[in-house]
């Protein structure tokens, strides 16, 4: 609960993060991620009081969900891409006018990659490094303060690899999306769309509404695993509302969908020109006989979203195991972590969508002020997160997917290894782990550093992706690191020398 006016405020405290002073150059709380989740806390706690620092690495508030169009793009209504575009636009206006009245400061382009305790702060404290501005000669070393921490450091997707899934034309489901709502091309104009999770109904729907022809909509899961969750479903009208209006637009654009049906090869010399699509029992594993071959020149494949995580287990923040079998963190009904101090919401406690992180993101807003929130809030975040839960376990990877493998077929793109390799190290070598296999064959170890592979080696080293801790969230510059004492924090005049 939060830290009454009287208590004594402890470290990291709602009551700390509250307290009219600090050291120079410090804000009552920094909030990392511009994404829904983020957006919804840094405008809640600016009208509750707070001093908010608001850092992203994109270059405009929305993160992944509320992508823009480059403005020479010209787009006329970049809201026909978006599914609740209202929303965004009035955290927008909230955002700019409490930047105006110096209530929020918004640091574009600011990719953090490691968060340490301020040995500066009276009390605790917080120290973000970054890297600021774009890729090349631009970039520079930035560090700010904040007695309170937010991330709302979103997901990225889950890929399950497949013979030929290198090919060019094979995409993302959600980087199909992207270049759809942020560049306004298709990677192709014949789309299959393969995978699990409801991603794929607004991805297939998305891109046949802009001029794809989409001939199928392979899901591995089947939709008959929500049986087991009608309450949930009962209680959220607005989700199956949802589903609905997509099923229609998928009906009206004769998009077919094959539910326990996975695409299990990519076919093509020089871009994929092809998939396999197979029927899968109900352990996805291929049914022997069921494949079928169906042309196409892009595939937008992807199996549902992953929480990143990388600077709150490189605090220590305690994880649990999500419904959908991936890392969640561990969180209060505050959204707090297990670190004093430290919050989250939005995708990092478990993949649920837009309107669940925005109400996260007001109810972590209130903690950290110490207020109580609103009437109805916590009952609203957790109707929510019972759906987000129905879908994580009915589109959970089965086991058997890993039948489709072939020993040749590169499972860690960046450093090249094959599956049979992968199986090589659990059978002959003793490796019964994704840290093992990737000490004796490297994979997870390339630029992406496992975000592509992870669950694809784990699952081969029979068991499941664990949360690494690792002091760096994203590649820096060495020069960076080596000018780090001299960087002074955002806000604070460097020190006369």
Not at 313 to 336: F, I, Y
């Amino acid at each position: 609960m939060p830290t009454s006016p009287s208590e004594p405020a402890r470290p990291g405290s709602a009551a700390s993060a509250r307290s009219a002073e600090g050291p120079a150059g410090q804000v009552a709380l920094a909030v990392v991620g511009a994404g829904p989740a983020g957006l919804a806390a840094a405008v809640t706690a600016a009208d509750l009081g707070l001093r908010v620092t608001l850092v992203d690495a994109g270059e405009r508030p929305g993160g992944q969900y509320y992508r823009h169009p480059a403005p020479a793009l010209g787009a006329a209504r970049p809201e026909a891409l978006h599914h609740g575009w209202a929303a965004f636009r009035g955290l927008e206006r909230r955002l700019r006018a409490h930047e105006s009245a110096g209530r929020i400061t918004w640091l574009p382009a600011h990719h953090v990659w490691a968060v340490v305790p301020d040995p500066g702060a009276a009390a605790a404290g917080w120290l973000l490094h970054a890297v600021a501005g774009l890729r090349g000669e631009d970039e520079r070393p930035a560090t700010l303060r904040a007695r309170a921490l937010l991330l709302a450091t979103g997901a990225h997707e889950r890929h399950l690899p497949f013979p030929g899934w290198t090919l060019p034309g094979v995409v993302g489901a959600g980087g199909a999306q992207a270049m759809l709502k942020g560049g306004l091309v298709l990677p192709g104009r014949r789309i299959v769309v393969a995978g699990s999770g409801p991603l794929l109904l607004a991805v297939a729907g998305s891109l046949a509404a802009a001029g794809a022809r989409v001939p199928v909509v392979a899901e591995a899961a089947s939709y008959t695993a929500y049986a087991s969750r009608v309450p949930d479903l009962l209680r959220n009208p607005g989700k199956l509302a949802e589903g609905a209006l997509y099923g229609g637009l998928l009906a009206r654009h004769r998009v077919r969908l094959l539910t326990r049906h996975a695409v299990v090869e990519a076919l093509g010399a020089d871009r994929v020109e092809a998939v396999v699509v197979a029927r899968l029992d109900r352990e996805w594993r291929p049914v022997p006989g069921s494949g079928r071959r169906i042309p196409c020149d892009a595939l937008a494949v992807g199996h549902g979203l992953v929480p990143q995580l990388e600077l709150a287990t490189g605090l220590g923040c305690a994880t649990v195991r999500a419904a959908d079998g991936a890392v969640a963190l561990d969180l209060d009904g505050d959204q707090r972590t297990s670190v004093p101090g430290v919050w989250s919401a939005g995708e990092t406690g478990g993949v649920g969508g837009a309107e669940l992180a925005l109400a996260e993101g007001e109810l972590a807003a209130h903690s950290i002020a110490g207020r109580p929130a609103p009437a109805g809030a916590a009952r609203r975040r957790d109707r929510l997160r019972g759906f987000a839960d129905a879908m994580g376990a009915a589109h959970r990877p089965g086991p058997g997917w890993t039948g489709w493998l072939r020993e040749d077929t590169d499972v860690c793109r960046c450093e090249e290894v094959p599956a049979g390799r992968i199986r090589e190290a659990v059978t002959d070598l003793g490796a019964r782990d994704a840290r093992t296999v990737k000490l004796l064959t490297r994979a997870g170890m390339g630029w992406c550093q496992g975000r592509m592979c992870g669950a694809a080696v784990a699952a081969l080293a029979g068991g499941e992706v664990s949360a690494d801790r690792r002091p760096l969230s994203c590649p820096v510059p060495l020069g960076q690191l080596a000018a780090l004492a001299a960087v002074p924090p955002v806000g604070e005049a460097p020190a006369d020398r």
